[in-house]
């Protein structure tokens, strides 16, 4: 009797178990973020992902729900151009890794990262874009950051106070723009900087 009702025990455990295993999933899902066609999540075996893929022409990048979920990568590609990239874009994601790469982008408002999850913002990837301009103030509150790429772009300069917050930055892509001078100060505070990559450019001298 005693090992009938043991052996009932040791069912429902795995029962439960096995049950627990797809609401889960089901919680995971249900706290994606993506609410436009296009976009989707995709739960790895170590991490989560946020893409867009396949959207043709946009002006704006696409809209985002709020989510407790961390996100390892998150990518817009795959037959998809960005024009500008507007204020608060990313507002209430959490997201690792950014990768913003060869969407057409030519403007980044001073105010696309507010309202992200700053403390878990590591890698941001925005090479190989038309960007000509980036305005002081538009890395604030970045300072979990050690990976900028901002190479192959059309940026002329890097203007005081641009990388002021970034004080954990260890890693700066900046090659192959038409900058042709930079300010003294420009990357002042940088102390963890070990990576600066400034060739292809137009430069004569060095700050």
């Given at each position: 009797m005693r090992m009938l009702r043991d052996m009932v025990m040791i069912n429902l455990a795995v029962?439960?178990?096995l049950c627990a295993v797809p609401l889960t999933e089901a919680a995971a899902a249900a706290q994606c973020p993506a609410i436009q066609d296009g976009c989707n999540c995709r739960k790895r075996i170590r991490n989560n992902a946020l893409f867009c893929e396949n959207m043709g022409a946009l002006e704006f990048v696409p809209p985002f729900s709020a989510s407790d979920l961390i996100f390892e990568d998150f990518y817009i590609s795959d037959r998809t151009t960005v024009e500008q990239i507007q204020a608060y874009a990313f507002q209430e994601l959490r997201l690792k890794k950014m990768r913003m790469q060869s969407l057409g982008i030519t403007t980044?408002?001073?105010l696309a990262f507010a309202g992200i999850d700053t403390s878990v913002l590591l890698q941001?990837?925005?090479d190989d874009n038309h960007i000509a301009e980036i305005i002081p103030g538009t890395f604030s509150d970045l300072d979990q950051v050690t990976y900028l790429g901002l190479?192959?772009?059309?940026?002329?300069?890097?203007?005081t106070g641009l990388l002021q917050d970034v004080i954990n930055l260890r890693y700066l892509y900046l090659f192959h723009n038409k900058i042709s001078s930079l300010p003294p100060d420009c990357f002042q505070g940088l102390e963890k900087l070990t990576g600066l990559y400034l060739q292809l450019n137009e430069l004569t001298t060095l700050p």
């Open positions: 029962l439960v178990v980044l408002d001073i941001v990837y925005f190479q192959n772009n059309e940026l002329t300069t890097v203007e």
